[in-house]
């Protein structure tokens, strides 16, 4: 290992001069893009300043680790930190000096930032209650942390035509979209025996794809098989000409889906007898019965560990303040035995807490921490900051949570809102309850900022969807338009979901009235 990481700093060190010479105009956006995605590294749109993503490993963040990820947001004078949507944090508004100091200090920790980015395996994900969870059969985050790390070990080596997304997920609500990822593995049981179902070439973004359900059940112990069978499909099968049907999800369109099952089963095969990978066995898990003291919530979630609760903090649009990480980092030192995980919609989860470190952590985060639905609603960074960027996404979502308050309608029905500032889909708007992707549109004569508004959408073992796209909405329209389905549906005493269920066609009704 101290091998790689020293060719990991030597990397680091040849990417300084890459990024002085894109400052300098010898290498355009596109081009220095191409050379800055693999090293988890993106430029902003000012072409000044530039953004690192450091790739905590499924989500699972090491008490040292936050340390660290503070202490270099407090060396370069950063005021927020920002949690993403696949479970990493980024740090923005770096000098490619500061990135690259940075991408070589986190080796030394055990911290990378390569194939953070780029045509490279992206950073696995995992349910962000893996091990605590009351109904999980057995805990799934060391096939993810597994994965993970061959990943890195192996990301100087990879040569795929566009990224790769794989997740675990715990359970049937599927809190690691295991169903809309390249490879999605599930716990499961097949006649008694623990296992992994698994889904194939789901994803987001441009031609969007639920998951293929594979027709076998996979042995825990041969997940990372599985895993490598399909990398090496997809370096053999992906489109490497036209990036726009480079993911996995269009190989089975043009193979069929039959031809690529049985494609991918053949080099399962092939991996299984030239190769002897790590294994892990199962170890099935029991839940503790007991009584919790304090509520479930959308914030407060009960562990299977007798008296352990877990605390979910989300910060609106990721962004969360140094002020509030550094509180939060002075309360884990004073825990029993806490832990922390990234969610995959912007939140961390403090997790192993008592209930007395529960009620002192709801009580310090007061007022900068979200606990509704709607409050708790998730952006992608959008414009100004992202380079591909259309809208300006964090304006929206701030617009509809402060009208939602100014109007005093009753938050709790509202549903989490997903928004994404183009159709790339950084927020999963295309699956979420309700979701909005933007975009431009010419509206009597003038450029207008709109959303295209979509609905229904669901993620779970039993039913994944995509939601229907309802027409396109003005921005300033949009927050208005949330108002009023939060007055109907406090009239009618229903969440949306449950709203929606029975009333559709006065939902379409009343969006269309917004609609251009």
Not at 47 to 60: A, E, Q, W
Not at 259 to 274: I, L, N, R, S, T
């Amino acid at each position: 290992m101290e091998g790689y990481k020293k060719c990991l700093k030597e990397e680091a060190e040849e990417f300084r001069k890459t990024g002085k010479r894109f400052l300098d105009g010898e290498l355009s956006k596109m081009e220095f893009k191409k050379m800055s995605g693999g090293m988890g590294c993106y430029a902003q749109r000012d072409g000044k300043h530039f953004m690192i993503r450091l790739r905590t490993p499924s989500g699972v963040i090491s008490l040292p680790h936050f340390k660290l990820i503070l202490g270099y947001a407090e060396k370069y004078g950063l005021d927020k930190i920002h949690i993403t949507t696949r479970q990493a944090v980024q740090l923005h508004d770096l000098t490619i000096d500061q990135v690259c100091d940075i991408m070589s200090d986190a080796i030394d920790h055990d911290l990378f930032t390569r194939g953070g980015g780029g045509n490279f395996p992206r950073n696995v994900s995992l349910s962000p209650m893996a091990g605590a969870d009351k109904g999980e059969l057995f805990d799934v985050t060391p096939y993810a942390l597994m994965v993970n790390d061959y990943f890195v070990r192996n990301a100087t080596g990879y040569k795929l035509p566009r990224k790769m997304k794989v997740s675990f997920s715990s359970g049937s609500d599927d809190t690691a979209f295991a169903t809309i990822n390249d490879m999605g593995f599930m716990a499961s049981e097949n006649n008694g025996e623990l296992c992994f179902q698994l889904w194939l070439a789901g994803g987001m973004g441009g031609g969007p794809a639920v998951g293929l359900p594979f027709d076998e059940p996979v042995k825990p112990e041969e997940a990372l098989y599985y895993v490598e069978a399909m990398v090496r499909l997809f370096m053999a099968e992906g489109d490497y000409e036209h990036r726009a049907k480079a993911r996995i999800r269009f190989i089975p369109r043009r193979m069929g889906v039959e031809a690529f099952m049985d494609c991918y089963k053949g080099y399962v095969k092939q991996v299984k007898e030239e190769c002897k990978l790590e294994e892990i066995t199962p170890k099935p898990v029991e839940a503790e019965d007991w009584e919790p003291e304090l509520a479930p919530s959308e914030v407060v979630i009960p562990q299977r560990q007798k008296g352990r609760y877990t605390v979910v903090l989300h910060p609106v649009c990721g962004q969360m303040t140094l002020s509030d990480a550094e509180e939060l980092d002075r309360f884990l030192d004073t825990c029993d035995s806490p832990q922390l995980r990234l969610g995959m919609l912007e939140d961390l989860f403090v997790r192993n807490l008592t209930k007395e470190e529960t009620e002192k952590l709801l009580t310090l985060m007061e007022g900068t921490m979200k606990r509704t639905k709607i409050d708790m609603s998730v952006s992608c960074v959008g414009t100004p900051t992202c380079q591909i960027g259309i809208l300006e996404s964090r304006r929206l979502c701030h617009a509809i949570i402060d009208k939602v308050e100014e109007s005093g309608v009753e938050r709790s029905f509202l549903p989490r809102v997903c928004i994404s500032g183009c159709p790339n889909s950084c927020s999963r708007h295309q699956v979420a309850e309700l979701g909005f992707a933007g975009k431009i549109k010419p509206v009597d004569g003038q450029k207008v900022d709109v959303f295209d508004c979509f609905t229904g959408g669901v993620v779970s073992r039993d039913k994944t969807a995509m939601g229907e796209n309802l027409g396109t909405i003005p921005a300033v329209k949009i927050p208005e338009m949330i108002v009023e389905l939060g007055t109907v549906l406090e009239r009618a005493d229903m969440d949306y979901r449950s709203y929606t269920a029975e009333h559709m066609d006065e939902v379409k009704e009343l969006i269309g009235k917004y609609v251009v």
